[in-house]
């Protein structure tokens, strides 16, 4: 009979040429200490004082979207600054901005499994629980924008006594099926991968009724090399799967706009363009998420540096991507020589609106620069910083793309403003409230970082350490 | 005596177990199972385990893109026909996106109810659940049951057979 303790040996971090550090876990790390910091965070009876702050600040967010979303449906879609022309405001600018974040999740679990890229291990539990809840929000929007919210599944063919059925040459019928399919799959996908995890956490915990909650949830995982096999094909299949729907969601989300003729939304660019709008946003989405709980649950030696300078990367990566589509978006309404899409460019940054654009350019495009620097990159701080920037200034592309198209079109005597009110607010910081309080109780009550896919980096310690 | 359901034998690392399961199926046995806190490289393949999930995920796919273009088709031109600028009542191209969502959603719900299913999950009891230390098995520890109903089971010489794997423990595992 042998040892009892399975040890694993990480070699010291390595510096890669690019200068970061390149393991994916902190050297030392066992089976045993893996497990005991990631379930022991659902399974504690006790959250720190931080949790509280923030779960009670997005507790009271959600309550306020709440009474917004009462007063919208007592009052109907006037309470809201939208009017002809600008009939779209606040409400498509949240649900495309939403949908952008939920991509990031997708991104990182489903495309950087195929691509064996292992520095999805420790965040794409996350990112996954980021893309759900993310996408439940951006659900809401359209349906608020309903004018009789009540009657929504009219949007879905049913026979019905009316004998109506949708349009299914409309984009927006598309949408339906787009979102419902990608929160569909994004689920499935997410408790998947947590139903070996939930069953560490059951076999872990000290009390029976954690046990038995956790147990239901867990299906009777018994780690059986047959099921994992169906597992790990499943997994591999839903990955496989999703890559095309991730790319095909915010396609379709575009098309809602490139289909129309408006000047400013008829354009091909439209669909490479929103998605890697769309990976951008939740890329920064997730730093601004995973730094702080990070931090405040002490994983820095499971989310290491690595992760948050390969994110960073794959930002600015996008960011180039995004910034070029600005400047086709702007020669083609140039070069097509039309005068409605040239004086809609020229609205654009020179108008009523031209300070929200300038602000677009830096937000998106000026500070993201600064993900050059190595420096910048590694240090938490200044990388949330930027994300920050990042995420503000996706929200306020949507609004540029959305509002300063609709607000000055074909006929000069039909221009007008567009001004928020109150309530376009309240359901903006609303909803940040509804996401907010959803990601809480997931860090509180479920395992955040794949145990297990931990547990196969501690087995193949070459794994971890890759430059 | 209480009815059995098997041997199991305890390994520190996934080596090992891979290991004592090629043995095990060199020796002749076919029932039975390996237990790794992750999913191990080769095991199941070891083992002789086999699965017809990619089949059926296929299958899925094709009648979730089948049935929704018949039921584009069905609204739009048997249904509820109406000429919009006039384009053809089957417009096929923009049922395309449709189409393909629904393809995506009958192959993925087909492989996460069929990954669970063929494994017979949910399932709370067990009989492996009985063996006391089996709850390291979702944590760091590595099992190999050989169950009573393999036709090359007999007590002591399986028992023999599993020692001579070297593994921690071995235990008998209650019905």
């Known amino acids: ?467 | 005596m209480k009815e059995k359901y098997g041997l199991m034998a305890e390994f520190s690392t996934h080596e090992e177990l891979v290991h004592a399961a090629e043995k095990a199926y060199e020796h002749g046995f076919r029932n039975m199972d390996g237990y790794a806190p992750f999913p191990v490289e080769g095991l199941a393949e070891a083992l002789g385990k086999k699965t017809r999930l990619p089949l059926l995920v296929l299958i899925g796919g094709i009648i979730g893109g089948l049935g929704a273009y018949f039921m584009e088709w069905d609204a739009n031109v048997i249904s509820y026909p109406i000429n919009i600028g006039g384009r053809p009542l089957n417009s096929w191209p923009a049922f395309i996106p449709i189409t393909f969502e629904l393809t995506v959603l009958g192959a993925s719900l087909t492989a996460f109810f069929f990954s669970l299913g063929l494994s017979g999950l949910p399932k709370p009891y067990h009989p492996v659940f009985n063996v006391p230390q089996f709850e390291r098995a979702s944590q760091d520890r590595f099992f190999l049951c050989i169950e009573t109903r393999d036709r090359l089971f007999r007590g002591d010489e399986t028992r023999d057979f599993l020692l001579s794997l070297n593994p921690l423990t071995i235990s008998e595992v209650d019905k």
């Open chain 1, 1 to 467: 009979m042998k040892d009892a303790e399975a040890k694993s040996i990480i070699p010291d971090s390595k510096i890669s040429p690019l200068g970061y550090p390149t393991n994916l876990l902190e050297p030392g790390q066992t089976y045993e200490s893996v497990n005991r910091t990631i379930a022991e965070i659902p399974l504690r009876l006790s959250a720190p004082k931080s949790w509280w702050i923030g779960a009670i600040i997005a507790f009271l967010l959600l309550m306020m979207f709440l009474f917004a979303i009462a007063w919208l449906f007592i009052k109907g879609i006037g309470v809201w600054g939208v009017n002809i022309p600008v009939a779209w405001g606040f409400a498509i600018v949240n649900f495309v901005w939403w949908v952008g974040i939920a991509h990031a999740g997708t991104f990182i679990s489903a495309i950087l499994l195929l691509l064996f890229q292992h520095w999805r291990t420790a965040i794409n539990r996350f990112t996954e629980a980021m893309t759900l809840f993310a996408v439940s929000c951006a659900g809401l929007m359209p349906l608020l924008h309903l004018g009789r919210p009540w009657v929504f599944y009219w949007l879905f063919p049913y026979p019905e006594t009316m004998g109506v059925w949708p349009q299914f040459r409309s984009p927006l019928v598309w949408d339906v099926f787009a979102v419902g399919t990608y929160f569909t799959v994004s689920l499935l996908f997410w408790y998947l991968g947590l139903v070996p995890d939930l069953a560490t956490v059951r076999d872990r915990a000290p009390r029976l009724w954690q046990k038995k909650i956790y147990g239901i949830f867990a299906l009777g995982w018994r780690n059986s090399a047959a099921h994992w096999q169906r597992h790990q094909i499943a997994y591999l299949l839903l990955a496989g799967l999703a890559t095309p729907l991730v790319l095909s969601v915010h396609s379709v989300v575009s098309l809602d706009f490139a289909v129309a003729i408006v000047p400013g939304w008829h354009s091909t660019i439209f669909p490479p363009y929103f998605v890697a709008g769309a990976i951008y946003s939740g890329f920064a989405m997730s730093l601004n998420i995973i730094i702080p709980v990070r931090k405040v649950y002490h994983l820095e030696h499971l989310i290491t540096p690595r992760y948050l300078n390969n994110m960073a990367n794959i930002m600015l990566v996008n960011g180039m991507i995004v910034a070029y589509g600005y400047f086709i978006e702007a020669f083609m309404a140039y070069y097509s020589g039309d005068i409605f899409e040239r004086y809609m460019m020229f609205n654009r940054a020179f108008g009523p609106y031209g300070w929200i654009f300038w602000s677009l350019m830096l937000c998106n495009v000026l500070v993201p620069q600064t993900l050059w620097s190595a420096r910048i990159r590694r240090n938490p701080l200044t990388l949330f910083i930027v994300a920050l920037f990042i995420n503000i200034g996706m929200w306020i592309e949507r609004f540029v793309i959305v509002v300063t198209s609709l607000n000055r079109d074909f006929t000069p005597s039909a221009w007008a403003m567009f001004f928020p009110t109150r309530w376009d607010w309240m359901i903006l910081f609303g909803s940040v409230g509804l996401f907010l309080t959803l990601l809480f109780l997931f860090v509180r009550l479920v395992p955040m970082i794949s145990i297990s896919e931990t547990r196969e980096l501690v087995a193949e310690p070459q794994r971890a350490n890759v430059p």
